[in-house]
């Protein structure tokens, strides 16, 4: 389950990219198109991060932080492209999916392992 974890941020991360790319340039049907996407991909992130917190068996400080910076960086995510689409200032959403990413990422790899990396 970790491997489709890792896969779906990772992808929802190029999706964004596209989805802001596509409204600053005026693709508004396209732009659309990859947002929807986008979106199931956070139901996909939000399915396989489920999971992984359940094959837990205690659940320390560590794995709760986990899945809040986790939900915070699919909502700043989310914020992200809403604000490009409504042709708002997103400046402090970029600040705070880049914080909460690299704190996810942090726990994620360096802390919680799940399965990932080698024992």
């Given at each position: 389950m970790a491997h489709l974890h890792?896969?779906?941020w990772v992808i929802a991360f190029v999706l964004v990219g596209l989805v802001t790319t596509f409204t600053r340039n005026g693709n508004e049907k396209v732009a659309k198109i990859s947002h929807m996407i986008l979106?199931?991909?956070y139901l996909l992130i939000l399915y396989s991060g489920g999971s992984l917190f359940a094959s837990y068996s205690v659940y320390s400080v560590l794995v709760?932080?986990?899945?809040?910076?986790?939900l915070w960086t699919v909502a700043a995510m989310e914020m992200v492209t809403v604000k490009?689409?409504?042709?708002?200032?997103a400046g402090i959403w970029w600040a705070q999916l880049f914080i909460a990413a690299i704190i996810a990422i942090v726990l994620?790899?360096?802390f919680l392992g799940?399965?990932?990396l080698p024992a």
């Open positions: 890792i896969t779906s979106r199931l991909f709760i932080i986990k899945l809040l910076v986790g490009y689409k409504k042709k708002k200032p994620g790899f360096g799940a399965g990932v």
